[in-house]
T-cell receptor, first 115, second 112 residues
Framework: KAGVTQTPRYLIKTRGQQVTLSCSPISGHRSVSWYQQTPGQGLQFLFE???????NKGNFPGRFSGRQFSNSRSEMNVSTLELGDSALYLCASSPSGGSQYNEQFFGPGTRLTVL | QKEVEQNSGPLSVPEGAIASLNCTYSDRGSQSFFWYRQYSGKSPELIMFIYSNGDKEDGRFTAQLNKASQYVSLLIRDSQPSDSATYLCAVNLDTGRRALTFGSGTRLQVQP
């Protein structure tokens, strides 16, 4: 089974621009979560999508948004980029179902650098 | 108080020894617990998960959970240099939702 894929792998943007990152989950997985990883703050939860609906949201400003498509692929968007948005953005895929299907599997990440 | 706490390390052990990694969490309602391994420059890789009190073994890895003490640990037996990485403890309050809270990670160094 193919793993989680994320594109692009690297991005360089300047302050004020916006960016869209893409994630394709493991086949059959319907839950996609996004995380931000920085040296200072570690790994932090951004949001989760399930069946095209945002099911949970972390403590990030409204500049961070996302969506999920009917094929479970997900995108996240960051508008008006700030220097502090430089980070590794990770997508995690999880099967749907009951509590025993709670495990999340991470993609390789997108390294975003804001200049 | 951080929600999930780990000793940042580095934890240094000789090859073949048992490495013991510890994690405490603050929310008593936490339902599920995960250990991820992250090599430098790579994304986290799930190595163990545990939902019930007690021990869970998978190969050289054993996860231990004590909900009364709000404590979860990971033991790595017969440690190898390839085990050198950062180990992240993650906790999920609600199994119906996929919002993991991570510790800052413990860096493990296995000396050949």
């Amino acid at each position: 089974k193919a793993g989680v894929t994320q594109t692009p792998r690297y991005l360089i943007k300047t302050r004020g621009q916006q960016v869209t990152l893409s994630c394709s989950p493991i086949s059959g997985h319907r839950s996609v979560s996004w995380y931000q990883q920085t040296p200072g703050q570690g790994l932090q939860f951004l949001f989760e999508y399930f069946s095209e609906t945002q099911r949970n949201k972390g403590n990030f400003p409204g500049r961070f948004s996302g969506r999920q498509f009917s094929n479970s692929r997900s995108e996240m968007n960051v508008s008006t980029l700030e220097l502090g948005d430089s980070a590794l953005y990770l997508c995690a895929s999880s099967p749907s179902g009951g509590s025993q299907y709670n495990e999340q599997f991470f993609g390789p990440g997108t390294r975003l650098t804001v200049l | 108080q951080k929600e999930v706490e780990q000793n940042s390390g580095p934890l240094s052990v000789p090859e073949g020894a048992i490495a013991s990694l510890n994690c405490t969490y603050s929310d008593r309602g936490s339902q599920s617990f995960f250990w991820y391994r992250q090599y430098s420059g790579k994304s986290p890789e799930l190595i163990m998960f545990i939902y019930s009190n007690g021990d869970k073994e998978d190969g050289r890895f054993t996860a231990q959970l004590n909900k009364a003490s709000q404590y979860v640990s990971l033991l790595i037996r017969d440690s190898q240099p390839s085990d050198s990485a950062t180990y992240l403890c993650a906790v999920n309050l609600d199994t119906g939702r996929r919002a993991l809270t991570f510790g800052s990670g413990t860096r493990l160094q296995v000396q050949p």
